[in-house]
């Protein structure tokens, strides 16, 4: 029995090392398969936020290029003397005060064939011209007084509503009574078209002008300068401040209940709604305080607040990320706490400081409800020369614009279908 036992044992050892193999090799194919499944996975995910992201973008892009050009309408402006001057003494406050539409109503009825007398026509034809085109003859007379008296061929914007017939944004196809163009509108534009005098370009207004009521006068210079003086403020205020408490916290500071206190509530301030912050800035800055209203430097301090937290935090992470071995290694050569800190410490830590201090900036510059607690949604103008002078921001004059845009449509169409999620008409 014993030899039998010892005779088979080889065949059972080949078999028993076959049977580990195969076992072995399907152990490590069901790893690897797993392992690739995982890889594909990643790159499905991957893969699908790029198209998410690419398709975000070619619809911003799409939607948001026809802003970049508008239409203007070519007119012979007669600049009458006894309307734009009549007392003949080129005063600043004369020329201000001259009624510069009727001029460019009188050379639309002429390019039109309109006879003044006929006041429906009349009527339609004033909407094809923007009623701010005023401001551009009078500033044209502002700057070379001999043109009082002469005729002169002014490129002059076209209302919003040709603008945007002109860009395909309203359809031909609906009903007069539901479409913001008459038709006779309609016919006049095609006529002027074809007649060349009627053209698009690069519509440089959108990066110089201000706010304005007129769709087709509105830019962003004045919120985009508004912005960088407000971005200027938060950058000099929270992100030293930033740095130096998330220095003082990770170096210096002794660990006790009182560190630990304010460790939670730098926390806590990070969660805190961004309207809290627009309260404090109303409460503090404004009301006792005293710093003006709508003024770029409060929105700037409101927003170094609410970014400080964000800072810290980053700035404490990558402080401490950096390996105690280089503290030692600076002490050990005679250097000062303060040497090893910002000769070796800081420098690698810089990367992630900078991380948080875009992320918070970029946060910051994205904020419209503090804005609008301190009063910078004031209608502003005129181009703020310091960061004292009344101000508006980016978001801020998206949110108006969108909210302009918004009642127009109500107050053009009674029973429109709305839709509820993007708040739009198609």
């Known amino acids: 029995m014993t030899d039998v036992t010892a005779e088979h044992a080889p065949e059972r050892t080949a078999a028993r090392s076959a049977f580990d193999a195969a076992a072995m090799a399907a152990r490590v194919a069901k790893r690897r398969a797993a392992e690739w499944r995982f890889q594909a996975y990643g790159i499905a995910a991957i893969s699908f936020g790029l198209f998410c992201v690419l398709m975000l973008f070619g619809v911003i892009i799409s939607k948001g290029l026809p802003a970049f050009w508008q239409s203007a309408i070519q007119l012979d402006v007669a600049l009458d003397p006894a309307v734009v001057d009549a007392a003949g003494a080129r005063s600043h406050d004369d020329l201000m005060a001259a009624d510069y539409e009727s001029l460019i109503r009188a050379a639309l009825y002429k390019k039109l064939g309109i006879a003044p007398e006929d006041a429906a026509k009349t009527a339609l034809a004033d909407d094809l011209v923007s009623s701010g085109a005023d401001v551009d003859v009078r500033q044209l007379v502002l700057d070379n007084h001999a043109v009082i008296g002469t005729t002169q061929r002014i490129w002059l914007l076209t209302h919003d509503t040709v603008d945007a017939v002109l860009k395909g944004a309203i359809d031909r196809k609906v009903p007069e009574s539901n479409r913001q163009i008459k038709d006779q509108q309609l016919a006049w534009v095609d006529q002027l078209v074809a007649d060349g ?64 206190l304010i460790e939670v509530n730098i926390s806590n301030l990070a969660a805190v709604p961004s309207i809290v912050f627009g309260l404090l800035g109303l409460a503090i800055l404004i009301n006792f305080v005293g710093l003006p209203r709508s003024a770029s430097l409060v929105g700037g301090l409101v927003l170094a607040l609410m970014t400080l937290p964000t800072v810290i935090i980053a700035a404490r992470a990558a402080i401490t990320a950096v390996p105690p071995s280089i503290r030692q290694a600076a002490l050990g050569i005679g250097a000062s706490k303060m040497q090893s800190i910002f000769h070796h410490v800081l420098p690698l830590a810089m990367p992630g400081i900078l991380t948080g201090t875009i992320i918070g900036l970029a946060k910051a510059l994205g904020e419209t409800a503090p804005l609008l607690m301190i009063g910078m949604v004031a209608f502003v103008v005129d181009y703020p020369k310091t960061p004292m002078d009344p101000a508006t921001a980016l978001p801020v004059q998206i949110y ?13 169409r009674p029973a429109p279908p709305w839709c509820c999620c993007c708040s739009c008409w198609r």
């Open 197 to 260: 005098a009627i053209k698009s370009g690069f519509n440089w207004g959108l990066f110089t002008r201000g706010a304005s009521s007129k769709p087709e006068t509105a830019g962003l210079g004045v919120a985009a300068i508004g912005s960088f003086f407000m971005m200027l403020t938060v950058l000099l205020v929270a992100v030293p401040l930033g740095v130096a408490a998330a220095i003082y916290l990770e170096e210096f500071a002794p660990k006790n209940r009182w560190t630990d």
């Open 400 to 412: 108006m614009c969108r909210r302009r845009r918004s009642e127009a449509l109500l107050s053009a």
